[in-house]
């Protein structure tokens, strides 16, 4: 069964910072397009950023400059490092693999709160 668990929600005031975590297999980790989705109260999920096996990423332009994907190869985890956060960015945020180009999977999610 495929695993993907998030960590790393929480709250925060405009302008600061968090980290959130997706770790899952070597097997998911190798052969995926990971992604992190944002869904606000109300609407539905978007995509943030993506990442593939080999590193190439995929911004969203509302997160371009502030949020940064990365992944640990040693950890089979991929990273969202958001900076300068909005209360925009307000909402649940869920880790999607797109496995060997067929199956998905999907974290249970994790909140994150921007607010003074």
């Known amino acids: 069964q495929v695993q993907l668990e998030e960590s790393g929600g929480g709250s925060v005031q405009p302008g600061g910072s968090l980290r959130l975590s997706c770790a899952t297999s070597?097997?998911?980790?190798?052969?995926?397009?990971i992604a992190w989705y944002h869904q606000a109260p109300g609407n539905e999920r978007e995509l943030v950023e993506s990442?593939?096996?080999?590193?190439?990423?995929n911004y969203a332009d509302s997160v371009k400059g502030r949020f940064t994907i990365s992944g640990d190869y040693a950890k089979n985890t991929v990273y969202l490092q958001m900076d300068t956060l909005k209360p925009e960015d307000t909402g649940a945020y869920f880790c999607?693999?797109?496995?060997?180009?067929?199956?998905?999977?999907w974290g249970q999610g994790t909140q994150v709160t921007v607010s003074s």
């Open positions: 070597r097997e998911v980790f190798g052969s995926s397009v």
């Open positions: 999607r693999a797109f496995m060997a180009g067929r199956y998905i999977y």
């Open positions: 990442i593939t096996s080999v590193g190439e990423t």
